[in-house]
């Protein structure tokens, strides 16, 4: 039997974007995180290499969260090693005692430059380190481990040049059309994404079904959702019918069915959550 999977925190690289974890506050406070960029010929398909680590009390941490982009990574650990897919529903790790997981955040749409394998298969999914990497067993990783953060991130950047992935112009459009909808708050339909690039809407869901293995109606209802979130968090009184005429909801009623569809509790329940765990952390503060 394998070992128990302790999951894979997700955290960007480069200025902090909180709107995929639901406690960002509580993840700081116990979860300890740095990136480093990859070697050039890398960066065309990769976003960083990343080390959390984390020494926690006998209660341990639960960190609590939704994916902000569709993102595939690879991890090393000593309880688990892997390849993990763009997970669509929210996801709670747990943190125990002490660890460190060291891996690589492939850009959206990157990854299949790496595997073979159709990018919608990996969806909610984690396959073993071998899917990638042949010959990178258990006991290969754990004597990886013994080293220092820096020469296993040179060993996975090695691994992973050793792929020879080929430059697609595909794979920098989709990260473009990401970064253009995070940008632009009209961008909240596939008719105006694919208005805003003069693109087919056909051809637009295609290449995201292709590339990402996630549909781009996906990724629009993903962003509005943790924006809204992330407004509930910052706001002493939110206005709930305004955030969901903002956000494109012909109705506040439809904005909380999908609220709470993804988030797991409606936009109230969230915010009292919220306020109760800011609540803890002035405490302990």
């Given at each position: 039997?394998?070992?128990?999977?302790?999951?894979?925190?997700?955290?960007?690289?480069?200025?902090?974007?909180?709107?995929?974890?639901?406690?960002?506050?509580?993840?700081?406070?116990?979860?300890?995180?740095?990136?480093?960029?990859?070697?050039?010929?890398?960066?065309?398909?990769?976003?960083?290499?990343?080390?959390?680590?984390?020494?926690?009390?006998?209660?341990?941490?639960?960190?609590?969260?939704?994916?902000?982009?569709?993102?595939?990574?690879v991890f090393l650990s000593l309880d688990w090693s892997g390849v993990q897919g763009t997970f669509r529903g929210k996801r709670v790790y747990e943190a125990q005692g002490s660890g460190r997981i060291i891996g690589a955040r492939f850009l959206p749409g990157a990854f299949g430059s790496f595997w073979s394998g159709e990018l919608a298969n990996l969806q909610d999914q984690q396959l073993p380190l071998s899917e990638l990497f042949e010959g990178l067993d258990r006991a290969a990783v754990e004597q990886l481990l013994e080293h220092d953060d820096e020469v296993v991130m040179d060993r996975l950047e090695e691994l992973l040049l050793l792929k020879k992935p080929a430059p697609d112009a595909n794979i920098a459009l989709v990260n473009t059309i990401i970064a253009a909808i995070e940008a632009d708050d009209t961008l909240s339909t596939v008719s105006a994404v694919a208005n805003s690039f003069r693109y087919s809407e056909r051809w637009m869901q295609q290449l995201f079904r292709t590339y990402v293995g996630i549909g781009l109606k996906w990724f629009l209802q993903r962003h509005r959702l943790l924006l809204a979130a992330e407004r509930i968090r910052g706001s002493d009184a939110p206005d709930w019918a305004g955030m969901a005429y903002d956000l494109g909801y012909s109705s506040q009623q439809h904005f909380i069915t999908d609220f709470r569809k993804v988030l797991g509790e409606t936009p109230l329940q969230y915010r009292a959550t919220a306020l109760q765990r800011q609540s803890t952390q002035t405490e302990w503060d």
């Open positions: 039997m394998p070992p128990k999977d302790p999951g894979v925190f997700q955290k960007p690289a480069g200025t902090y974007d909180p709107r995929g974890r639901l406690d960002p506050i509580g993840f700081d406070r116990h979860v300890r995180f740095r990136t480093r960029l990859p070697c050039a010929p890398l960066r065309p398909f990769l976003d960083h290499f990343w080390v959390i680590g984390w020494d926690v009390s006998e209660n341990g941490y639960h960190s609590v969260e939704l994916m902000h982009r569709p993102y595939v990574d």
